[in-house]
């Protein structure tokens, strides 16, 4: 606000007449008054309702900044005049007379003006300060006069917010300007300032009738508008369940817009850009963190684990003037929770690990109980199992006769000895995601899924399941010329994911467990003898990678590119 100063003396009725004849306002140069620079000493507020329409409409209950207006100062030479009405006006006035000649009258009205900006969350206590604002700062700079005979005023004008556009005529002139400035973060408080000037200097000429009133006046508006990055997806409380869809955009109120050709976005904390689920066998579940195509409007995401997150839009804003302001504007930290899983095994149990029965090793595993919690305030969803396999299968013997080694393994390896082997390297996908081993719920088997024919279940409900992988020994060869293995050898390495799906989200791992089993035999007169060993965790361990594969071992054992 500015203050004003005045002479505790009252004015003259002469000086009242020369008020009344000679009033002049800026309204009749057409300008529009908002902040007025003679009120009484108070506190000029704001509400954001009031704010030049940037921000919309809003009710008290509303979350916006109110604003406060305070600084300045308004003094004239002799002391100021106010009639009736024209609170807005200020006037310094000197007369003439015989013995007047060259008296002089002055006001002047200066800055710093400063408005401050005060958070109000209309009463929501989890409504935070918006991550960025777009300030509007308008301010009007005049002097005015009106003498006459050989009377003569001068005045300046200077708005404080650039040199503005200054309006002159022949008894006065006006300089007005709007400024758009960015904040990122403003937080609960900030300000801004302004220094705007107006002053003016009448002087009485020698004539009997000279004489020269004249008024200074500065009005000033602040006023923001609210940019933020809406984030979808979320609950109240600003958490996403993992791999769940977060949807966002820049929120910029009119009459701001955004150049469509200026987004760029980017996210922080342990998430995924695309997703493409596996469909057919040879294909994959593919993951990206490639931000590239995220320059539009919209960006979207993928959580992978619990952790904190935090998106940001750069983004070029146009003004109402056309002034491009450069933003960047950072979305509150949005907290990912996780559901837990729970996975036992039964390895080491009476009729469970590893086997030989003289024509096949290998090991049994059962899972049991299989169970997914989903954290508070979120409910439902689906789980699966994947399982990667890195496999070694190999049998070994003489080629009959010097005849060609088509085995049955796609990969046949030479051996230095001359002997040929059947060789399955490389890890790839088993069998088919989901991974279609059966799985018991409350003793009812869940029916497989088409196409694939994977096993998925609902939460809350508990699975039991388990893998039994076995070499045969008695495998044929495709050339037809027997099973005449003199060895083997059988390393199998198992990672099996318990998979999670919110409700219209994507699949995300909870747990894995990492197990095989590996045993060596070799035939003497027709009998196999046999050394087999197996491991397991007795419990699955948390994870947040993903499963990715390169290949898909189908059921004959066969790996496909």
Same mark, same amino acid.
């Given at each position: 606000?500015?203050?004003?100063?005045?002479?505790?003396?009252?004015?003259?009725?002469?000086?009242?007449?020369?008020?009344?004849?000679?009033?002049?306002?800026?309204?009749?140069?057409?300008?529009?008054?908002?902040?007025?620079?003679?009120?009484?000493?108070?506190?000029?507020?704001?509400?954001?309702?009031?704010?030049?329409?940037?921000?919309?409409?809003?009710?008290?209950?509303?979350?916006?900044?109110?604003?406060?207006?305070?600084?300045?100062?308004?003094?004239?030479?002799?002391?100021?005049?106010?009639?009736?009405?024209?609170?807005?006006?200020?006037?310094?006035?000197?007369?003439?007379?015989?013995?007047?000649?060259?008296?002089?009258?002055?006001?002047?009205?200066?800055?710093?003006?400063?408005?401050?900006?005060?958070?109000?969350?209309?009463?929501?206590?989890?409504?935070?300060?918006?991550?960025?604002?777009?300030?509007?700062?308008?301010?009007?700079?005049?002097?005015?006069?009106?003498?006459?005979?050989?009377?003569?005023?001068?005045?300046?004008?200077?708005?404080?917010?650039?040199?503005?556009?200054?309006?002159?005529?022949?008894?006065?002139?006006?300089?007005?300007?709007?400024?758009?400035?960015?904040?990122?973060?403003?937080?609960?408080?900030?300000?801004?300032?302004?220094?705007?000037?107006?002053?003016?200097?009448?002087?009485?000429?020698?004539?009997?009738?000279?004489?020269?009133?004249?008024?200074?006046?500065?009005?000033?508006?602040?006023?923001?508008?609210?940019?933020?990055?809406?984030?979808?997806?979320?609950?109240?409380?600003?958490?996403?369940?993992?791999?769940?869809?977060?949807?966002?955009?820049?929120?910029?109120?009119?009459?701001?817009?955004?150049?469509?050709?200026?987004?760029?976005?980017?996210?922080?904390?342990?998430?995924?850009?695309?997703?493409?689920?596996?469909?057919?066998?040879?294909?994959?579940?593919?993951?990206?963190?490639?931000?590239?195509?995220?320059?539009?409007?919209?960006?979207?995401?993928?959580?992978?684990?619990?952790?904190?997150?935090?998106?940001?839009?750069?983004?070029?804003?146009?003004?109402?003037?056309?002034?491009?302001?450069?933003?960047?504007?950072?979305?509150?930290?949005?907290?990912?929770?996780?559901?837990?899983?729970?996975?036992?095994?039964?390895?080491?149990?009476?009729?469970?690990?590893?086997?030989?029965?003289?024509?096949?090793?290998?090991?049994?595993? /059962?899972?049991?109980?299989?169970?997914?919690?989903?954290?508070?305030?979120?409910?439902?969803?689906?789980?699966?199992?994947?399982?990667?396999?890195?496999?070694?299968?190999?049998?070994?013997?003489?080629?009959?006769?010097?005849?060609?080694?088509?085995?049955?393994?796609?990969?046949?390896?030479?051996?230095?000895?001359?002997?040929?082997?059947?060789? /399955?390297?490389?890890?790839?996908?088993?069998?088919?995601?989901?991974?279609?081993?059966?799985?018991?719920?409350?003793?009812?088997?869940?029916?497989?899924?088409?196409?694939?024919?994977?096993?998925?279940?609902?939460?809350?409900?508990?699975?039991?399941?388990?893998?039994?992988?076995?070499?045969?020994?008695?495998?044929?060869?495709?050339?037809?010329?027997?099973?005449?293995?003199?060895?083997?050898?059988?390393?199998?390495?198992?990672?099996?994911? /318990?998979?999670?799906?919110?409700?219209?989200?994507?699949?995300?791992?909870?747990?894995?467990?990492?197990?095989?089993?590996?045993?060596?035999?070799?035939?003497?007169?027709?009998?196999?003898?046999?050394?087999?060993?197996?491991?397991?965790?007795?419990?699955?361990?948390?994870?947040?990678?993903?499963?990715?594969?390169?290949?898909?071992?189908?059921?004959?054992?066969?790996?496909?590119?």
């Amino acid at each position: 606000m500015f203050e004003r100063q005045t002479s505790s003396s009252a004015p003259t009725s002469a000086t009242r007449s020369l008020q009344d004849r000679l009033r002049w306002t800026l309204a009749g140069l057409g300008l529009a008054l908002l902040v007025l620079l003679v009120l009484p000493s108070a506190q000029i507020k704001l509400g954001a309702s009031q704010l030049n329409g940037l921000v919309g409409s809003y009710t008290s209950s509303t979350p916006h900044y109110d604003v406060t207006i305070t600084g300045g100062t308004i003094v004239s030479t002799p002391p100021a005049v106010f009639g009736a009405g024209d609170s807005n006006n200020y006037y310094g006035a000197g007369t003439a007379s015989s013995s007047g000649a060259g008296k002089t009258c002055t006001a002047s009205a200066k800055g710093p003006l400063t408005a401050t900006f005060n958070w109000n969350n209309g009463g929501d206590a989890t409504a935070l300060p918006p991550p960025s604002v777009i300030i509007s700062q308008t301010c009007t700079a005049g002097w005015g006069n009106n003498p006459t005979s050989s009377a003569t005023g001068t005045g300046t004008a200077n708005n404080g917010l650039s040199t503005g556009v200054l309006t002159t005529s022949a008894n006065g002139a006006s300089s007005t300007s709007t400024l758009y400035t960015g904040k990122d973060t403003p937080g609960a408080t900030f300000s801004v300032t302004c220094n705007p000037t107006a002053t003016f200097t009448g002087t009485d000429g020698s004539a009997y009738d000279a004489f020269i009133s004249g008024n200074v006046n500065v009005t000033y508006q602040a006023s923001v508008a609210l940019v933020d990055v809406p984030v979808g997806g979320m609950n109240s409380g600003r958490q996403l369940l993992t791999g769940s869809a977060a949807s966002c955009s820049l929120s910029v109120p009119l009459p701001f817009s955004v150049d469509k050709t200026t987004y760029k976005w980017s996210a922080t904390g342990d998430v995924f850009y695309t997703y493409n689920e596996h469909a057919p066998s040879h294909q994959l579940i593919l993951l990206s963190d490639d931000p590239s195509y995220t320059t539009g409007p919209s960006f979207g995401f993928f959580d992978k684990s619990a952790d904190t997150i935090t998106v940001t839009c750069k983004a070029t804003v146009v003004c109402p003037d056309g002034t491009r302001l450069p933003i960047s504007v950072t979305a509150p930290a949005i907290t990912s929770v996780k559901p837990t899983g729970s996975w036992s095994t039964s390895n080491g149990q009476a009729g469970y690990g590893h086997f030989f029965t003289g024509t096949s090793m290998g090991t049994n595993d /059962l899972w049991n109980p299989i169970t997914v919690t989903v954290p508070q305030h979120f409910s439902g969803g689906k789980c699966c199992l994947a399982q990667l396999i890195t496999p070694v299968l190999r049998l070994t013997r003489n080629i009959p006769n010097g005849g060609p080694a088509n085995f049955y393994y796609k990969t046949p390896q030479q051996n230095p000895d001359g002997t040929t082997s059947m060789v /399955l390297p490389g890890q790839g996908l088993d069998t088919a995601f989901p991974y279609p081993v059966g799985i018991s719920i409350s003793g009812t088997n869940v029916t497989p899924v088409t196409p694939t024919g994977g096993y998925i279940w609902n939460v809350p409900d508990s699975g039991t399941s388990g893998d039994s992988p076995t070499f045969s020994l008695s495998t044929n060869p495709q050339d037809s010329g027997g099973s005449d293995w003199s060895s083997a050898y059988g390393n199998e390495n198992f990672t099996t994911y /318990l998979m999670y799906q919110p409700p219209g989200g994507v699949w995300v791992p909870i747990q894995r467990l990492d197990w095989g089993w590996q045993g060596t035999a070799n035939r003497t007169n027709g009998k196999w003898t046999a050394n087999v060993t197996d491991f397991a965790p007795s419990t699955g361990s948390d994870t947040s990678t993903p499963p990715q594969w390169n290949s898909v071992l189908v059921a004959n054992d066969q790996l496909y590119p």
